[in-house]
């Protein structure tokens, strides 16, 4: 079965620019979207298609796509973006698959 | 506005069955495929099945396959899971979600419409 793996946990300072990766074989061939998670509530997507924002979705958050791994950076984080983050794709024989979860601390 | 509600939620004895319904309004429910997807306490996302926007299509992961069913009811812009032989790792609260986009390619484009979650929880 297909996976995606995100590190457990990412910490950035405000103001500083925070990245989360997400590695996954061909990930590359693939899209991947990413959705941001606070505590109690549901998810909320971030990005799609690799590098699209949503409307409504802040223009410090974008994300690429290079080989193996995507990444969500967030430029000049802000403390309101302290959440569980999570990356996603689809593939033709898992369908759709989540990774693991990153825990972005902003301290 | 655009709005899932999930509901059925509940504790339930190993084995037994439970079904979920999410009520959908805001938009063009016939045109959409949806998904469902559930989160374990304390865990993260994991994908549980999906529908396709004529129920024609249904796709689960393997570790419901055979123990759930996804279905849709257009005339009551309502999605169900019926859940049986529950195990304790069923655990979790399910959301309901809308793809980003309605035509072909909507697995690129992402879940933009999350319900609030209902908690389900297998406990003797």
């Known amino acids: 079965s297909y996976e995606l793996t995100q590190p457990p946990s990412v910490a950035v300072s405000p103001g500083q620019t925070a990245s989360i990766t997400c590695s996954g074989d061909?990930?590359?061939?693939?899209?991947a979207c990413w959705y941001q998670q606070k505590p109690g509530q549901s998810p909320v997507l971030v990005i799609y298609?690799?590098?699209r924002r949503p409307s409504g979705i802040p223009e410090r958050f974008s994300g690429s796509n290079s080989g193996t791994t995507v990444t969500l950076t967030i430029s000049g984080t802000q403390v309101m973006d302290e959440a569980d983050y999570y990356c996603q794709a689809w593939d033709s024989s898992t369908y759709v698959v989540f990774g693991g979860g990153t825990k972005l601390t902003v301290l | 506005q655009v709005q899932l509600v999930e509901s059925g939620g509940g504790v339930v004895q190993p084995g037994r069955s439970l079904r979920l319904s999410c009520a959908a309004s805001g938009f063009p429910f016939i045109t959409y495929a949806m998904h469902w997807v559930r989160q374990a306490p304390g865990k993260g996302l994991e994908w549980v099945a999906t529908?396709?926007?004529?129920?024609?299509?249904?796709l689960y992961a393997d570790s419901v396959k055979g123990r759930f069913s996804i279905s849709r009811d257009i005339s009551k812009n309502t999605l169900y899971l019926q859940m049986n032989s529950l195990r304790n790792g069923d655990t979790a609260v399910y959301y309901c979600?809308?793809?980003?986009?309605?035509?072909?390619?909507?697995?690129?484009?992402?879940?933009?419409?999350w319900g609030q979650g209902t908690t389900v929880t297998v406990s003797s």
């Open positions: 061909k990930l590359g061939d693939k899209y």
């Open positions: 529908i396709s926007f004529d129920g024609s299509k249904n």
């Open positions: 298609r690799d590098s």
């Open positions: 979600a809308r793809p980003k986009n309605s035509g072909s390619d909507m697995w690129n484009y992402g879940m933009d419409v």
